[in-house]
C-alpha cells in the first residue's frame, strides 16, 4: 500500500477536536429558523426590497458575472457608479471596487509596500492585514492592540524609506474603537501612511454611517487611506478601496488582487447602490444599530457602552464558548462563537452583533436566552452571573 502522505491530517484534526477547535459547516435556510445576532448585516437590509431590486435590475442588464478581470472585461458603468458613489459618501477622492475586502486589503498593502518599506501593524488587525503583511515583502512590525507610543516607536526607529501603519477602525472580535486621532498624528510626524480597514465602522459610526475614519475629521486626508468591504453595512459583496486618485491609479496598475481578479458580479454592485441609497435616505439606522448594541451589552451583563455593533462575552474556553452558542441556537437565537485563531487563547466568547431593524418582540426573546444561557456558561466558569 502508498504510504498515507495526508495522514497527518487526522492527526491534526483529533488536536483540535481536543481542543474544542473543530470547526462545520452549517447551511442556513432561506427564511431564518432563528433570530439572528451572529451576521454583519447590522443595517438590516439583506432583504430589504430596495436592495433585491437593486441587485435584480443590474443582474438583468449586465448578466450573472463579470466575465473577466476590470482591466479586461470585468467594469461596467455600475461598478464606476458605485466607486463614485462611495468616495462622496465617504469624503474620499476617489474608490476602487475589489472582488471582496480580503482582496482589497491584499491589494492595497502589497502594491503600497515592498523591501524598503516598513509596515507597523496593530496586534489586533484582520486576517486580510495580517496576510498582507505576508505577502508584501516588507519589514513588519506587530505593536501591542491600540498602543500608539509603540508605533511612535517603531516608526522613529526604522531604516527603509516608506512606511505604512495599518489598523482596524473598529476591531472585529471586542468592537473597540482604533485611536485613529492619535496614529494620524503619529503618522505625520514620521512621514508614514496611514490605512485603515472600515469594515466594521461604515454605516455604524460617524454623520449617517459614513465611518470613523469621517467622525475624526481624517476624511479626503491625502496619507489616509481607507479599505472597506460591501458584505457587512452594504449587505451585498465585494470590497473597495477609497483614497486620493494617485493611489487608485497605482492600485489599478499594481495591485494583483485588482488585476487578476475576476471582477464583483454585477448583482453584488447593484445591491451595494441600493443599500447606499437606503442609509442615505434613512441615516438614523446608523444610530439604532449603537443602540441595540447598547441593549444587547446590557442583556449580557456587561457594564460596557459598545462603540459598534459589535458586543463581545468573553467565556475564556472554547468548548464552553461552543457550547453556550449551541445552547443559544437551541432556543433560537443565533449568535457568533469566535475561537482561536479568531481570537488569542483563553478569550473564547460569544459575538453578538446589533442590526438596525430588531424589533421590540425579538428583543425580548433576546434578553430571556441570554440570561438563562449565560448565567449557566459563567457558573460553569466560577464568574458570578
Known amino acids: 500500500m502508498p504510504r498515507d502522505v495526508l495522514g497527518w491530517l487526522d492527526e491534526r484534526a483529533e488536536q ?58 470585468g467594469t461596467t458603468t455600475e461598478h464606476e457608479l458605485l466607486e463614485a458613489e462611495l468616495a462622496e459618501f465617504v469624503g474620499a477622492e476617489s474608490g476602487l471596487v475589489f472582488a471582496s475586502g480580503y482582496a482589497a486589503n491584499l491589494g492595497v498593502v502589497t502594491a503600497l509596500s515592498d523591501r524598503d518599506t516598513l509596515i507597523v501593524s496593530d496586534a489586533g488587525c484582520h486576517a486580510s492585514l495580517v496576510d498582507a503583511c505576508r505577502l508584501s515583502r516588507a519589514r513588519v512590525v506587530v505593536t501591542p492592540h491600540a498602543d500608539t507610543a509603540a508605533v511612535a516607536a517603531a516608526l522613529a526607529a ?5 512606511a505604512l501603519v495599518l489598523t482596524d477602525s473598529v476591531f472585529s472580535a471586542d468592537g473597540d474603537l482604533a485611536p485613529l486621532h492619535d496614529l494620524h498624528r503619529v503618522c505625520r510626524e514620521h512621514g508614514a501612511l496611514l490605512v485603515v480597514d472600515e469594515a466594521h465602522a461604515i454605516g455604524v459610526r460617524g454623520d449617517g454611517g459614513r465611518g470613523w475614519v469621517h467622525e475624526q475629521g481624517l476624511a479626503g486626508q491625502h496619507d489616509v487611506v481607507v479599505t472597506a468591504t460591501l458584505s457587512k453595512s452594504l449587505a451585498a459583496q465585494g470590497g473597495v478601496v477609497l483614497a486620493g486618485a494617485r493611489v487608485r491609479a497605482h492600485l489599478i496598475d499594481v495591485a494583483r488582487t485588482f488585476i487578476f481578479d475576476t471582477g464583483l458580479a454585477p448583482a453584488a454592485v447593484g445591491a451595494a447602490r441600493a443599500a447606499l441609497g437606503v442609509l442615505r435616505r434613512e441615516p438614523q439606522r446608523a444610530g439604532a444599530v449603537l443602540a441595540r448594541a447598547a441593549d444587547l451589552a446590557r442583556m449580557s451583563g456587561l457594564d460596557v457602552v459598545p462603540e459598534s455593533a459589535v458586543v463581545s462575552v468573553v467565556l475564556g474556553d472554547p468548548q464552553r464558548a461552543y457550547d453556550a452558542s449551541v445552547a443559544c441556537l437551541e432556543r433560537g437565537l443565533h449568535v457568533g462563537c469566535f475561537r482561536p485563531p479568531s481570537v488569542p487563547a483563553g478569550t473564547s466568547r460569544l459575538r453578538l452583533t446589533a442590526r438596525a431593524n430588531l424589533g421590540a418582540d425579538e428583543m425580548a426573546t433576546v434578553e430571556a436566552v441570554l440570561t438563562d444561557v449565560l448565567s449557566q456558561a459563567r457558573a460553569a466558569t466560577g464568574v458570578p452571573a
Not at 158 to 162: D, L
Open 16 to 73: 483540535r477536536r481536543a481542543a474544542g477547535l473543530r470547526r462545520a459547516l452549517r447551511p442556513r435556510t432561506p427564511v431564518a429558523a432563528a433570530i439572528d445576532l451572529a451576521s454583519n448585516d447590522y443595517l438590516g437590509l439583506v432583504r430589504h426590497p430596495e436592495v433585491i431590486d437593486g441587485a435584480t435590475a443590474a443582474l438583468r442588464r449586465w448578466g450573472a458575472g463579470s466575465t473577466g478581470s476590470r482591466l479586461v472585461t
Open 158 to 162: 526604522r531604516s527603509e524609506r516608506r
